[in-house]
């Protein structure tokens, strides 16, 4: 009979063990659940890639590209407070640090990173779409979503992706012509419009709502953060959709794997150094940004647009048989800084709460 009862209690006590490491898993599924939705949304987007084609069901072309967009920057509008849009907008030596480094230094490093590989074999094509990357501007939305996913400096992330997206009108034709040797007359018009569309619009529509429902919107308690990291989700699923769906491009595994290392490789270094200049003292700069900054900058300072980069490539290169391989490096990197800042959000945001709480300590 004893034996029989301890027995019992030893089943019971590893049915409870069982119990709290399930509760254990499942808590950290809860936590990183963006995570687990981008393994989730990139594997849907491999099986069935025709559901977020461009033309497919879903429409990405409008449910992304403008009603996405549009409800990331009203999202935005809702959460930030008009003083904070208003101490962003004189945050001079962010803004120049990040308009410089973007459309500036990433140009000439990627220029001499082409050079050197040069040597090596790797198809020339893809080298100079390559260089064209290089030469956009930041995009609108993922950067602004992946900042506000960290809890770093929206109003920031928003103020340099859509000065830089309208800034990238007049400077990319001329980088494109200095780096790759070709010049494009680019649709300002159109694209002024669209961008004041998606981006000024419901940024002025939530800031409006804000100030005038403050009180119920703080009732409610939105959380607005994992509203944009699901519109991310969204992103990713619709970019993978087209990057899986792409069968009309003629070129070796080799090749593929190759620009795919290049692509990765570099947006990890230049990631690590803007974060390491914006961070360490030895640069003299770094006192001036606080932490809520250097998200922001090392987000929008390396990412670059696809909204601007396929259409200028398409007026560029119409006709040219070569476009296909021209449009991969893009193709690439695009769907890469998504995904690699999605991955990095808990850690830069474990770096940022740890900073602040060292620089609290230190006031």
């Not at 409800?71 to 849009?85: D, R, T, Y």
């Not at 770094?286 to 998200?295: E, G, H, I, L």
């Not at 390396?302 to 980069?309: F, M, N, V, Y």
Request: charged share 10%.
């Amino acid at each position: 009979l004893l034996n029989r009862r301890h027995g019992v209690q030893g089943w019971m006590i590893v049915q409870w063990r069982a119990r709290q490491n399930m509760y254990h898993y499942l808590e950290r599924l809860r936590r990183n659940w963006f995570l687990c939705g981008i393994v989730l949304v990139i594997a849907a987007a491999k099986a069935a890639p025709y559901l977020g084609v461009s033309g497919g069901p879903i429409r990405p072309e409008y449910s992304v590209k403008y009603v996405a967009v549009f409800v990331i920057f009203l999202n935005s509008g809702l959460s930030i407070k008009s003083e904070q849009f208003a101490e962003a907008f004189f945050q001079l030596e962010v803004h120049a640090f990040v308009q410089l480094f973007t459309l500036g230094f990433i140009p000439l490093f990627v220029y001499c990173l082409v050079h050197a590989l040069q040597p090596y074999g790797v198809n020339p094509d893809l080298l100079t779409g390559l260089q064209i990357v290089s030469c956009m501007p930041p995009p609108v939305s993922s950067a602004v979503i992946l900042t506000k996913a960290v809890g770093g400096n929206e109003a920031v992330a928003i103020f340099n992706s859509a000065f830089g997206s309208f800034l990238g009108i007049v400077v990319t034709p001329i980088l494109l012509l200095m780096v790759v040797g070709v010049s494009s007359a680019v649709p300002l018009s159109k694209i002024f419009f669209q961008l004041t569309s998606t981006v000024v619009v419901p940024i002025l529509i939530g800031n409006f709502i804000r100030r005038n429902f403050k009180e119920e919107l703080e009732k409610r308690k939105i959380d607005y953060s994992s509203i944009g990291q699901c519109i991310l989700l969204l992103i990713i699923y619709s970019t993978f959709c087209d990057t899986f769906s792409k069968s009309d491009i003629n070129l070796d595994t080799t090749s593929l794997l190759q620009i795919a290392a290049i692509v990765i490789l570099m947006q990890l270094s230049l990631l690590a150094l803007s974060f390491t200049v914006t961070t360490n003292e030895n640069f003299g700069i770094s006192s001036s940004y606080q932490p809520k900054d250097v998200v922001a900058i090392i987000f929008c300072a390396t990412h670059k647009s696809l909204t601007l980069g396929i259409p200028m490539m398409k007026i560029i290169y119409h006709g040219d048989p070569s476009l296909p391989l021209l449009s991969i490096p893009l193709l690439f990197y695009h769907p890469t800084q998504i995904l690699l800042g999605g991955l990095l959000v808990p850690k830069v945001r474990t770096w940022m709460l740890k900073a602040e709480g060292a620089s609290t300590e230190n006031v």
